[in-house]
């Protein structure tokens, strides 16, 4: 009987760490700048993110060659002159939701949250803290934010002959949509 209590517990214990955890290989990160002689926007699909409803930690991570653009040449420029994809090949951001306890996992409702953590970028690190919103929807958590980053902030260098073309700060947009992870 003592065995048959200890495997219980242990079984309902795993169960509930697994439950907590929710992840994504398809989330999207937008970012949009605006400048005087041309917009540009990119898209990236399959960025990963992870998130643990008991603590709050909250992980994303983008590659950097899968941003998609209109154009070819933005494309190229973006990953061999300005972030350096080589080099630099994924963009992360590390942190944790600071009002989770405003958050109800167990009920439907989307949550206006913040977020504060690490991003880092072109290998450099900067805090950032953003406004955000958690909408649980049965078994699925969808996360979005939008937020302002500046190319100077992670030493992202634009040539004097195109810093016309390019705002600068970049508007990012990151939307995902998690289903419980399965161990």
């Known amino acids: 009987m003592k065995y048959l209590l ?10 509930a760490f ?8 398809n989330g999207t990160v937008t970012f949009f700048s605006s400048a005087p002689l041309e917009d540009i926007t990119a898209k990236n699909y399959s960025t990963i993110a992870v998130l643990d409803t008991e603590t709050g930690n909250i992980e994303f991570s ?23 994809s080589d080099k630099f090949p994924k963009a992360v951001f590390v ?8 958050v109800d996992f167990n009920k439907d409702g989307a949550y206006d949250t913040e977020v504060s953590g690490e991003m880092t970028i ?3 690190s900067q805090r950032l803290t ?36 390019i705002a600068q700060e970049i508007e990012v947009t990151v939307k995902a949509e998690l289903e419980e992870l399965k161990r």
Do not use: C
Request: aromatic share 10%; net charge positive.
């Open 122 to 124: 072109h290998g450099i």
């Open 62 to 84: 983008a590659l950097m060659k899968s941003f998609e653009f209109k154009k070819a040449l933005m494309q190229e420029h973006f990953n061999e002159n300005y972030v350096e």
């Open 6 to 15: 200890t495997a219980l517990l242990t079984g309902i214990t795993a169960l």
């Open 95 to 102: 942190g944790s939701v600071r009002n989770l306890s405003m």
């Open 18 to 25: 697994a439950q907590s955890k929710f992840f994504t290989r």
């Open 130 to 165: 953003a406004a955000g919103q958690i909408i649980k929807r049965g078994e699925r958590i969808s996360l979005q934010s939008k937020f302002i980053l500046k190319p100077e902030d992670y030493e992202i260098k634009i040539p004097d002959l195109v810093r016309d073309k």
